[in-house]
């Protein structure tokens, strides 16, 4: 899964470090969507760069 989200931020040019973490956020499946919205819920910020959301969402869901 990361590797399909690198190369799809990479093809639209996504620089954005904020972009790229709600363009991750918006291709997970329900499970996973559910458990990133609810973190985010609780702390805006819960989620640093792009790395950091990638391995929370592999290590969490």
């Not at 399909?4 to 040019?13: E, L, P, S």
């Not at 918006?26 to 640093?48: I, Q």
């Amino acid at each position: 899964m990361v590797r399909r989200i690198d190369d799809a931020i990479w093809a639209r040019r996504i620089d954005d470090g904020d972009m790229q973490v709600a363009f991750a956020q918006s291709n997970l499946a329900e499970r996973a969507k559910t458990w990133a919205l609810g973190l985010k819920l609780h702390d805006p910020y819960a989620f640093g760069p792009l790395e950091v959301f990638q391995v929370a969402a592999q290590t969490n869901v």
